[in-house]
């Protein structure tokens, strides 16, 4: 079983519906990160938490450490917004584990 | 703009041989980290080297190996290439580690074909 799982595996939303993805974990972590990966590889550092809740734009992060659970909200949802939302966690200095990705998808 | 580059973008080798994978860190970065991701999965950590030692790895064999220099730049080694090395190649940059986790800036990625 793999350390972090995420749900959806993919999503399709219409423009400007509200978007949630999970993220749940089997370990301690130090720090768990949201990343956004576009067709052709680059990967972006969206967010990284420890607790509690993070806000950029229309991006809202949070965590529930006692749960082991994480939220991705994209609100507002924008065809550009189609990507792979990755959920990483890290438990030590050196080492990211990765979720599967979710593959969102927003249509016009 | 992260200012993590990686080179070559995309690269076809054959079974048996041996590639050398590229990653420009930025400056300032000591620490790089070196992840394999087959398509449709995340990214597996392989190694991350911290001033020039290798500084923990995953569950890749010895063939998978590293290489980081004082200015900033890393090589990923894979010998002996197997058909299931096909995969992108991301190398990310950590600032000078404090003792906390620092976030981490990702290149664009190699894809690695192995025919």
């Known amino acids: 079983k793999n350390e972090v799982e995420q749900s959806p595996q993919n999503l399709t939303a219409q423009e400007g519906e509200f978007i949630t993805i999970n993220c749940s974990y089997s370990v301690g972590i130090s720090a768990l990160h949201w990343l956004q990966q576009h067709p052709g590889g680059g990967i972006v550092s969206l967010f990284m938490?420890?607790?509690g809740k993070k806000k950029h734009g229309r991006l809202i992060a949070t965590i529930n450490i006692q749960e082991k659970h994480s939220s991705l909200h994209i609100t507002a949802s924008h065809p550009r917004d189609s990507a792979v939302y990755i959920c990483a966690v890290s438990r030590n200095d050196y080492k990211l584990s990765f979720g599967a990705g979710t593959t969102v998808t927003v249509r016009a | 703009e992260t200012g993590v580059t990686q080179s070559p973008t995309h690269l076809i080798k054959t079974r048996g041989q041996q590639v050398t994978l590229r990653c420009s860190s930025q400056?300032?970065?000591?620490?790089v980290s070196w992840y394999q991701q087959a398509l449709g999965q995340g990214p597996q950590f392989i190694f991350q080297y911290y001033r020039e030692e290798e500084n923990g790895r995953g569950n890749f064999p010895p063939r998978f190996s590293g290489l980081q220099f004082p200015n900033y730049s890393s090589e990923l080694n894979v010998n002996a290439l197997e058909l299931d090395d096909s995969a992108l190649y991301l190398c990310?940059?950590?600032?000078?580690?404090?003792?906390?986790?620092?976030?981490?800036?990702f290149g664009p990625g190699t894809r690695l074909t192995v025919l």
């Open positions: 938490l420890s607790s």
């Open positions: 990310a940059s950590s600032p000078e580690a404090s003792g906390l986790y620092n976030e981490q800036f």
């Open positions: 400056s300032g970065h000591n620490t």
